[in-house]
C-alpha cells in the first residue's frame, strides 16, 4: 500500500484540491481515498494494471461530497445569523412558526428511533451521509434510504397542514 501512495498520492490530492480548493480538505480526501482502496482492496475490480483511474474518480466524488457539505453547513449558518438579526415580534409569525414546529416534532416522534437520529445528523448536524453511517454503525445506504423516507414523510405531513391551512 505504500507503493500505491508514494506512487499515486501527488495525483490523487492535485484532483481533490482541483475539486475542493482547500488543502486541509484535500489532504482529508486523499486519506480517505487510500483508506476506501484498502477497505475495499478485495472487492474492487481494475481494468488494465493501474488503481490510478478508480483513485482519481474516488477521489473527485469524495472531495465533491465534502464540498457539498461545507457549503451546506455555511448556508445553514448564514440562514441561522440572517434569521436571529431579523427576529420578528410579530405575534401571527410566532404562533406559525410554533406550530410548523410542533408539525415537524410530532410528524419526528412516529418515526422509529434510528430514522430520527439519522435526520438529526444528517438534516440537523449536517454530517454526510457517510460520517452519519459511520456514527451509527451502518452502511451509506442504509443511511440514504432512511433519510429519504423520513424527508417524505415530512414532505407530506407538510403539505397536509399546508392544504388545511389553505381551506
Known amino acids: 500500500m505504500t507503493d ?9 490530492y492535485a484532483r481533490a484540491f482541483v475539486e475542493i480548493a482547500s488543502r486541509a480538505d484535500a489532504e482529508e480526501v486523499l486519506q480517505d481515498a487510500f483508506l ?4 475495499k482492496r478485495r472487492k474492487i475490480i481494475i481494468v488494465g494494471e493501474s488503481t490510478l483511474p478508480w483513485l482519481l474518480v474516488t477521489a473527485r466524488y469524495l472531495a465533491s461530497n465534502r464540498r457539498r457539505a461545507r457549503d451546506r453547513a455555511r448556508t445553514v449558518t448564514s440562514e441561522g ?18 406550530e410548523f ?26 454530517l454526510s451521509y457517510k460520517e452519519a453511517a459511520r456514527r451509527i454503525g451502518t452502511t451509506h445506504a442504509v443511511v440514504r434510504n432512511r433519510l429519504s423516507r423520513t424527508r417524505s414523510v415530512l414532505r407530506a405531513d407538510t403539505e397536509a397542514y399546508l392544504g388545511k391551512e389553505q381551506s
Open 4 to 12: 500505491f501512495y508514494n506512487r499515486y498520492g501527488r495525483l490523487v
Open 36 to 39: 476506501l482502496l484498502w477497505q
Open 81 to 98: 445569523r440572517a434569521e436571529s438579526s431579523s427576529t420578528t415580534h410579530d405575534p401571527a409569525v410566532i404562533v406559525a412558526r410554533s
Open 101 to 126: 414546529q410542533e408539525l415537524i416534532d410530532s410528524s419526528l416522534a412516529r418515526l422509529p428511533a434510528i430514522d430520527r437520529e439519522v435526520f438529526k445528523l444528517c438534516a440537523v448536524d449536517g
